[in-house]
């Protein structure tokens, strides 16, 4: 019997693994990836260089032992060129794998700005334990106090932020936009971020966009798009990540922003499945720890001949920015309703509801945070 194959090791990888195992010890497993297949907390990555953390060090379980304990095959340092979808079969860099049932947990790549200069290929991103590393060798280059220059001031740009400055570098933060977190927080909410972090030595640049970095000397020059220019010792971008749907787009799945699911994680063809960042699931694409692990628990259950369909609970998203706490629940895009906010000496408090007073986001900053697991229980998930 053809095994259950999974392609990806990131957390969605690794949980319907271990969900697998919960329900069956003998189904045989196989596991693809391109790294190492190490398990550890993606989130981590952006707050670890404050602790002084290694990449090693953000390994909780190497990726031989995490085998050995769920009792799969393991295909590290592997990458899968094709999918055969009529054959069952997949043509990877060690040769053909047939599946019984294929999941993609493909995760997402960094989106790449088209930068201008001789230096844009030096601009560096965070997405896996590579690319910390890769990161932190570079950080290690740095001199105390150096300065860091981060594209992005979303969610991930803003965790970098803080962690860096905490971590003893001058950073500067670059946006096109007027207010930290703009997609996620009302304005007041987001611009609440804005003082505390810079007390701890963020230097905020918004309505401005990085049009090319060079090299100076030792040095980076970014050339701003009001003719301005500005020296980082490091560039980091972190404006946002792109589901991966390359693989699936040329075996002719269906695509749209991620790779499209329905509600039991079933794409287009019947024996594959696709969750987390890749996925795009009943129209939304759900890029967090919470929709992973609810996607996952559901999909083991549906490849154990136990359709079962995913349901999203009320999930609050932390931003890991100590120096000013926050916390958001987003309303639907389509939802209708005002924002009513509440500000105080010590945080915002922003609830999101309908006509009817149904609460259907919120976002919290500072000493509000506290208030968000009590606000989730209110909130009314589409």
């Known amino acids: 019997m053809s095994p259950i194959v ?17 329900l069956t010890k003998e189904a045989p ?6 790294d190492a297949g190490d398990f550890y907390s993606k989130p981590m990555l952006s707050n670890a260089l404050a ?6 060090q953000l390994v909780t379980t190497p990726a031989a032992k995490m085998a050995e304990q769920l009792g799969i095959t393991l295909l590290p340092r592997t990458r899968v060129e094709a999918i055969d979808r009529e054959r069952k079969r997949l043509i990877t860099s060690a040769g053909e794998q047939s599946y019984s049932a294929l999941v993609l947990a493909l995760g997402a790549d960094p989106i790449r ?3 201008g200069g001789d230096a844009a290929e030096d601009v560096l991103s965070v997405n896996d334990l590579d690319d910390y590393a890769r990161f932190r060798r570079a950080v290690a280059g740095i001199a105390s106090k150096g300065r860091i220059a981060i594209i992005g001031a979303g969610l991930i740009g803003c965790e970098f932020a803080n962690d860096l400055a905490v971590a003893g570098y001058a950073i500067s933060v670059y946006d096109p936009t007027t207010y930290p977190l703009s997609s996620l927080l009302p304005e007041a909410a987001g611009r609440s971020l804005m003082a505390p972090l810079a007390a701890v030595g963020v230097d905020w640049h918004f309505g401005r966009s990085v049009r090319a970095v060079d090299h100076q000397g030792t040095a980076f020059q ?3 798009d009001n003719g301005t220019t500005q020296l980082a010792d490091l560039v980091l971008s972190a404006v946002g990540l792109r589901p991966r749907t390359a693989l699936a787009k040329t075996a002719g799945l269906e695509v749209n922003r991620g790779i499209v699911t329905d509600a039991h994680l079933r794409t287009s063809d019947p024996a594959i499945y696709a969750l987390g960042d ?6 939304a694409v759900r890029p967090y720890v919470l929709p992973i692990m609810h996607s996952a628990r559901a999909l083991a259950r549906t490849l154990m001949s136990d359709p079962t369909a995913v349901a999203f609970p009320a999930m609050p998203v932390v931003v ?7 916390a958001v629940a987003m309303a639907a895009k389509d939802a209708q309703g005002v924002w009513e906010i509440i500000e105080s000496e010590t945080g915002i408090k922003a609830t999101f509801s309908d006509a009817n007073g149904k609460l259907l986001g919120f976002a919290l900053t500072g000493s509000h945070t506290d208030e968000r697991m009590a606000l989730a229980k209110l909130l009314v998930v589409a």
Request: hydrophobic residues 45%.
């Open 6 to 22: 999974v392609i990806g090791s990131g957390l969605a990888g690794w949980t319907v693994v271990r969900e697998l195992r919960k």
């Open 51 to 56: 602790q002084n953390k290694t990449a090693a």
């Open 278 to 283: 890749c996925a795009e699931t009943s129209g």
């Open 29 to 34: 497993i196989v596991l693809i990836c391109a």
């Open 222 to 224: 970014l050339s701003l």
């Open 320 to 326: 890991k920015t100590p120096a000013r706490p926050t």
């Open 113 to 115: 700005l088209p930068l």
